[in-house]
């Protein structure tokens, strides 16, 4: 099979040759500047140390084709810019001074070349006023935003070997709000005055469609995965309750996702990190189609077995590889049971896409990354070998 090919296959829960791999293509599944300059080093890859989204205070490299070749990874990624005009303040602001996007929010250095999400412009609102007051919404209609988008589906989907995921960034809604007002502010606010969240959230959305539909237009029939999401887990459950998440939150990702699905035939993935397990039974309802990234060190997910019953032929599994004890810290041999492991659960009749947990972070040996995608390659032949290492 081409690699588009096998994902397609896996999506539609079904098997193809083997189990797809998803790495080195958007913030979500891609690989830290240190370790990319690491794996480039031990495969002999000359290539520029670029950064997605034009963004290196984000610090997620923009992997070159040779490195995505030796990584085995069966899909490549289309994303979208901040406006030219964001882009070029960044580059031309003092040093070390805060990163701050189109939506007024940023990033802040609390080390040399650490930088954490921690300018949030409107903290103090409570109102829907507060909110009409706010004269710094992003612009979505600047064409600098998507200029690029067309040729670059247009070239992937001209070669077909590879599946296009196509990722717009920071239009999360419930991300982009405590991104504006601070995480604890918000929370607050969902507790104390529901009413504004979920207007701050829906003014939100509307940003978030007026993007989305601009970028679905350039990119035409050529996407084959829609990347959206909001992270809703923590290590041990949620970061707001069930009953919080169906009332406020469900609606706003249902009417996102059905504008998506009326404009594409794309398949929704959607990117929520940690233990989400009491929401996939409302993610397979509002038709998410694939979910991301299986963290298996996370409470409840990381029962894989019951994991693959409940979702199995209707939600397709994407990531599983832990990214915060095994890959940073495990042996390669270890790496390389853990991959058997997940594959051999959630490999069986297809619907699964391995990768890891998340963007593979800066404390990842190149070598276990390495050992990663071999040991997909090795043991994600279909049939696959149910065996224990």
């Known amino acids: 099979m081409s690699s588009r090919e096998r994902v397609l296959t896996a999506i539609h829960h079904e098997q193809p040759d083997r189990v797809p791999l998803v790495i080195g293509v958007s913030n979500a599944n891609g690989i830290k500047m240190k370790p990319y300059r690491d794996i480039k080093k031990i495969i002999g890859v000359r290539a520029p140390d670029n950064y997605i989204y034009e963004w290196p205070e984000l610090g997620t490299a923009e992997t070159d084709e040779t490195t995505l070749r030796r990584l085995h990874s069966d899909v490549r990624g289309v994303l979208d810019l901040e406006p030219e005009s964001v882009r070029r303040r960044n580059r031309e602001r003092d040093p070390h001074s805060d990163y701050v996007d189109s939506w007024g929010s940023g990033q802040r250095e609390i080390a040399e070349d650490d930088w954490f999400p921690c300018v949030h412009p409107i903290p103090d609102a409570k ?54 007002q601070g995480m604890e502010t918000f929370l607050l606010n969902m507790a104390m005055d529901p009413d504004f969240a979920h207007a701050l959230m829906e003014r939100i959305a509307v940003y978030c469609k007026q993007l989305m539909g601009r970028f679905l237009t350039e990119l035409g029939d050529n996407v084959d995965i829609i990347k959206i999401g909001d992270d809703l887990g923590t290590q041990a459950s949620l970061m707001i309750s069930p009953q919080m998440y169906r009332k406020l939150l469900k609606p706003i990702h249902a009417d996102f996702i059905s504008f998506i699905k009326a404009r594409t035939h794309a398949k929704v993935l959607f990117h929520s990190d940690g233990d989400v397990a009491p929401l996939i039974d409302g993610f397979i309802e509002i038709g998410v189609d694939i979910l991301n990234p299986i963290q298996t060190s996370a409470g409840t997910m990381s029962d894989l077995p019951a994991l693959k019953k409940r979702c199995r032929n209707k939600i397709a599994l994407c990531g599983g590889i832990d990214t915060q004890r095994i890959l940073p810290f495990g042996t390669p041999a270890k790496v390389r049971d853990e991959v058997r492991r997940v594959i051999n659960i ?8 391995l990768g890891g947990v998340h963007t593979i972070m800066n404390d990842i040996p190149a070598e276990n990354v390495l050992a990663m995608v071999d040991a997909a390659e090795e043991f994600g032949r279909y049939p696959l070998r149910l065996r224990v290492a």
């Open 346 to 353: 959630l490999g069986p009749g297809g619907g699964f896409l």
């Open 127 to 180: 109102t829907v006023a507060d909110l009409d007051a706010y004269t710094r919404w992003p612009d979505m209609r600047d064409p600098t935003r998507v200029a690029h988008v067309r040729e670059r589906a247009r070239q992937f989907a001209l070669e077909n070997q590879y599946a296009i995921m196509a990722t717009p960034w920071l239009l999360f809604p419930f991300e982009r709000a405590y991104a504006m």
